[in-house]
């Protein structure tokens, strides 16, 4: 069973930063393709990020874009999400979510695409 749990939430200052860490139970971490979700309330939860096997594609939503950044550390089993110029609308609970993908380098941005997810952290931003 593949185990993921985040940590790095919080409450923060418009404007400020947090970096979420979600770390990977999994002797194959590198065949997986990892993303981060988030889910406020009374709305659907939504890819955030998402990152391939080997790191080298990305995806960012246009609400994130130039603010937040996603990177992996397959050495650690472990996915980073750095995020800057915090916004009262980034408040949300964040989710990391794993996909095994044999084959190709690719990545996955539906929610039910994903096989595993993690327990989720708050981020608060507040105004």
């Known amino acids: 069973q593949v185990q993921l749990v985040e940590s790095g939430g919080g409450l923060v200052q418009a404007g400020g930063s947090l970096r979420l860490s979600c770390a990977v139970s999994?002797?194959?971490?590198?065949?997986?393709?990892m993303g981060w979700f988030r889910q406020a309330p009374g709305k659907e939860r939504e890819c955030v990020v998402a990152i391939s096997k080997s790191g080298g594609i990305t995806y960012y939503a246009d609400s994130v874009k130039g603010r937040i950044t996603i990177s992996r550390d397959n050495a650690k089993n472990t996915v980073y999400l750095q995020m800057n110029s915090l916004k009262p609308e980034d408040t949300a609970v964040y989710y990391c979510?794993?996909?095994?993908?044999?084959?190709?380098?690719?990545?996955?941005?539906?929610?039910?695409?994903?096989?595993?997810w993690g327990q989720g952290t708050q981020v608060t931003v507040s105004s």
């Open positions: 999994t002797r194959s971490f590198n065949s997986y393709a």
């Open positions: 979510a794993a996909k095994l993908l044999l084959g190709a380098d690719s990545l996955r941005t539906r929610a039910t695409a994903y096989d595993y």
